[in-house]
């Protein structure tokens, strides 16, 4: 039989995706009409007749409108991705690849590139950097501090006069932990690497402004700011070096080749700018929620704060509330409350498969015993108090039992 969601089930779960604001349905619905009844919207934007070119159009429309939301000088800084996971590769395997390759025809086929990234990254910037270490790159993982925080002097004894690439995550999609992306980006130019920066869990939260952080690539998707689900972009400055990584028929510039989802980047762009224009009210909203919950939460039994961030802090993203439970496993956790209608999760999504305690919070000092036990409660634009009330007394009923 199907599994059925109740129509009262409460989710908690918006860092791992978002549902899809009536922005986006909006945008997209011209293109979901069966048959030819539209056949203005939808089609290939690589044609050359009138619904190629119309398709085209719309996409271009799109890439101008996610261009100025995200602070990019030209539209065509922007290529369209599957999403973030897909941007991460693309900019960590094709920059460091293309600068390194540059660099030997310079400095001598001797000539070994360094990529800099961060213990604590997603795992769709890690494994690209595991496959640039077995290409024989040396890779180097700098440790965040207990709070979950790069240091600017831990990326400084990182840095060399070899290192080619940096990737450092804006927001951690656990913790919350917001980056000082500037200052890391500015201390990378200066010994002569490209800064890339995974924005997936901070778009739509706090300011993302990819001129202002001064950045050479960035990532985003789609289904973080409640928009469609396969689609995202990859902010690549002008003239930064790139090695493609999708070979075919040369869309995007020759960046990513593939018949884009039109739809899909119509979506993104309507969903992405209906963010930054709620952006301040709800950060402000969902950050008095934030520091609501971390204070009911850390006073249950048994229950602590992963990281000590005090009230109104901006330090951490503003939907986000991490904890630890003493005596109980994550998974046992999830599933008793989903039991009770509400849906949570126990870290990142893309590995709440995985037997083995959070890399990040590893990484963070905390033990694995400890770790086992984590919960990762996040909201948004749809969240209300009462949700929040209505998890604290289901979560205080697992407990007791």
Known sequence: MPITVPDNYVYLDWAATTPLCEEAAQAMAPYLVPGLGNIAHGMNANSLHAPGRAAFEEMELARKQLARDLGASRPNEVVFTSGATESDNMAILGIARAVSDNRRKREGKDFVGRV?????????????????????????????????FVTPEALAAAL???????????????????????????????????????????????PVDVGA???????????KVCGPKGVGALYLKARTPLQAQMLGGGQEEGRRS??????????????????????DAESQRQRAMR?????????????????????????????????LA????????????????????????CSSHSLEPSHVLRAMGISADEAYGALRVSFGRYTTENDIDRFVEALQQVIAR
Do not use: W
């Open 291 to 323: 520091d609501a919950l971390r204070n009911r939460l850390a006073a249950l039994p048994g229950v602590r704060c992963t990281v000590d961030a005090p009230t109104g802090s901006q330090d951490y993203l503003p939907n986000i509330v991490h904890v």
């Open 258 to 279: 593939t018949t884009q989802n039109v739809a899909g980047i119509v979506g993104f762009a309507s969903a992405c700018h209906a963010a930054m224009g709620i952006l």
């Open 326 to 349: 003493s005596g109980f496993e994550s998974e046992t956790l999830v599933l008793r409350l989903d039991m009770m209608g509400f849906g949570v999760s126990g870290g990142s999504a």
């Open 116 to 148: 800099v990234t961060t213990s604590i990254e997603h795992d769709a910037v890690l494994e690209p950097a595991r496959r640039l270490a077995h290409e024989g790159f040396d890779v180097v993982y700098v440790n965040p501090d207990k709070g979950g």
């Open 160 to 206: 060399d006069e070899r290192t080619v690439l940096v990737s450092v995550q804006m927001a951690n999609s656990e913790i919350g932990s917001i980056q000082p992306i500037a200052q890391l980006a500015r201390m990378s130019h200066e010994h002569g690497a490209l800064f890339h920066t995974d924005a997936t869990q901070a778009l739509g939260k706090v």
């Open 213 to 223: 952080l001064g950045v050479d690539a960035a990532s985003f998707s789609a289904h």
